[in-house]
């Protein structure tokens, strides 16, 4: 007990996700095996500020959740997501994509699009509290937290699928670890581009001001479509993926 949350009055207890739920995809497998199965992260899915509004965000068939993240070091990496890759969209030929914001902290989103070949494109969007990261289409990715403090996120994301996690726990990782010295390849991929750093993306997309909380979204979901129909919106996922 104690890392409940407290979302609009409703107190909402976590999913856990524990060391060793994570053991396989980790950098620093030497000091897994011996390392105490402590607390990582705490997952709160589902939420919303009153039953109408979760009427609304159920109709559209999206989700609202919220992971805390406290800082730690898991041996020589920087604590992390276990990372995974969305389906394809049934009738379509691209995966669902995924918003994510910092409400408090900062984050380090690592991207990475895979394609017959192999990894194709990697990329790193550290962000602050109140900026908005997107994860479009055909990216895997995970979330790093390598400051002092802990980091509190939210996401937006289609409640129609299952995340897949098989496609970076089969490489020990992502592309990249985040250590205390800075990024290092994963050899369990070969030929990997080397990290392209985006900014996150412009608010005003989802006409949204400024550190505004994305949660905001709720009294206009029609602007979340891309999440749930992303095969229409190749021009919006293009220009943020091309914008440094």
Excluded at 68 to 73: D, G, R, W, Y
Excluded at 159 to 164: A, G, V
Excluded at 182 to 210: Q, T
């Amino acid at each position: 007990m104690g890392n409940e949350l407290n979302f609009f009055g409703h107190i909402r207890t976590p999913d856990i996700r524990m060391l060793h739920d994570i053991d396989e995809v980790l950098y620093d497998t030497e000091w897994s095996r011996t390392a105490k199965n402590t607390e990582l992260y705490y997952m709160y899915r589902d939420l919303y500020r009153n039953e109408k509004e979760h009427e609304a965000i159920r109709s559209q068939h999206l989700r609202y959740d919220i992971t805390v993240i406290p800082p730690q070091m898991l041996g020589k990496e920087y604590v992390k997501t276990a990372g995974h890759y969305h389906p394809t969209v049934p009738g379509a030929s691209v995966s669902y994509a995924e918003l994510y914001q910092v409400l408090e902290g900062k984050a380090n989103y690592l991207l990475q699009r895979k394609s017959a070949k192999g990894i194709e494109d990697v990329v790193v969007v550290d962000a602050e509290a109140g900026d908005i990261v997107m994860v479009p289409p055909g990216y895997g990715h995970i979330t790093i937290n390598s400051s002092s403090e802990t980091l509190k996120m939210a996401n937006w994301v289609c409640s129609e699928f299952s995340s897949m996690y098989d496609p970076i726990k089969e490489r020990s990782g992502a592309a990249y670890y985040l250590l205390g010295t800075g990024y290092v390849a994963n050899p369990k991929y070969s030929d990997i581009p080397p990290i392209r750093y985006l900014k996150p993306i412009d608010p005003s997309i989802l006409e949204l001001a400024k550190g505004e909380d994305m949660y905001n979204l709720v009294n206009s979901l029609d602007k979340l479509d891309f999440l749930k129909r992303p095969h229409l919106y190749d021009a919006m996922f293009s220009n943020i993926l091309s914008s440094e």
